[in-house]
C-alpha cells in the first residue's frame, strides 16, 4: 500500500504542472486521508449512529446497535437484526418497503447531508 502511493505520488508530480493546473498533491492527499478514514470501523460506528439521529423525524429508519467495546479499527460487532429476507415480502410490502427505501435514500441526500 504503501509503494502503491508512491507511486502515484510520483505519478502526479510528473503530470503536474505539465497537463494539470491544479495541486494534485493536495488532492490525493486529501483523498487518501478520507480512504482511511472510512475504512476505520470505529468512525463508522460513530456514523451509524450520526445516520440513525439525522433520519429518525422519518419513523421508520433503523441502524443496529454497535457494540463500542468490541469494536476496533479493523472489525465492527453489531446486534443481530431479526426479520424477513426480502423476497419473502409479499408484493404490497415489497411496494411499500420500495417506497420507504426511495423517501429514505432522498432524505438523506437532500436534507440530512
Same mark, same amino acid.
Given at each position: 500500500?504503501? %509503494? $502503491?502511493?508512491?507511486?502515484?505520488?510520483?505519478?502526479?508530480? +510528473?503530470?503536474?504542472g505539465r497537463y494539470w493546473n491544479g495541486d494534485l498533491l493536495a488532492i490525493f492527499d486529501l483523498v487518501?486521508?478520507?480512504?482511511?478514514?472510512? %475504512? $476505520?470501523?470505529?468512525?463508522?460506528?460513530?456514523?451509524?449512529? +450520526?445516520?440513525?439521529?439525522?433520519?429518525?423525524?422519518?419513523?421508520?429508519?433503523?441502524?443496529p446497535v454497535t457494540l463500542p467495546e468490541l469494536t476496533t479499527r479493523r472489525a465492527m460487532v453489531m446486534e443481530w437484526v431479526h426479520g424477513r429476507h426480502l423476497s419473502a415480502l409479499d408484493p404490497e410490502e415489497a411496494m411499500r418497503m420500495t417506497y420507504m427505501s426511495c423517501e429514505a435514500v432522498t432524505a438523506g441526500l437532500v436534507l440530512t447531508g
Open positions: 500500500c504503501l %509503494l $502503491d502511493g508512491s507511486v502515484i505520488i510520483v505519478a502526479l508530480k +510528473a503530470i503536474e487518501a486521508g478520507g480512504i482511511v478514514q472510512e %475504512l $476505520d470501523f470505529r468512525n463508522e460506528a460513530k456514523n451509524a449512529a +450520526a445516520f440513525k439521529t439525522s433520519l429518525s423525524f422519518l419513523g421508520y429508519v433503523d441502524v
